[in-house]
Nanobody
């Protein structure tokens, strides 16, 4: 009933930029917190950034000052602007959101992930 679809990943050189998008669709009543996670090969999935419905944000120390999370509540879409990318940013990036559906409670939903590779 709810889909989260990420886009915008790809291959970029160190120091470059990418912008990820995550669009939520379905029988959505409201969306609370939205988050970006990432998972590198052989590592756990880590929280990168979170944004509340009111626009408050928080970032992992490793990306603070380089990444910016934002959202368009009218379109149920979240973004992650990634600047000054480093090889260690290479991972699959996942979006996650707390969504209330019609006739249902708030629940957490995940996207399918988008690959970001930072390499020269």
């Amino acid at each position: 009933q709810v889909q989260l679809v990420e886009s915008g990943g790809g291959l970029v050189q160190p120091g470059g930029s990418l912008r990820l998008s995550c669009a939520a669709s379905g029988s959505i009543v409201s969306v609370n917190d939205m988050r970006w996670y990432r998972q590198a090969p052989g590592k756990q999935r880590d929280l990168v950034a979170v944004i509340t419905s009111g626009g408050s944000t928080n970032y992992a120390v490793s990306v603070k000052g380089r990444f910016t999370i934002s959202r368009d509540n009218a379109r149920n879409t979240m973004y992650l602007q990634m600047n000054s990318l480093k090889p260690e940013d290479t991972a699959v990036y996942y979006c996650n959101a707390d969504i209330k559906i019609v006739l249902g409670p708030f629940a957490g939903y995940w996207g399918q992930g988008t690959q970001v590779t930072v390499s020269s």
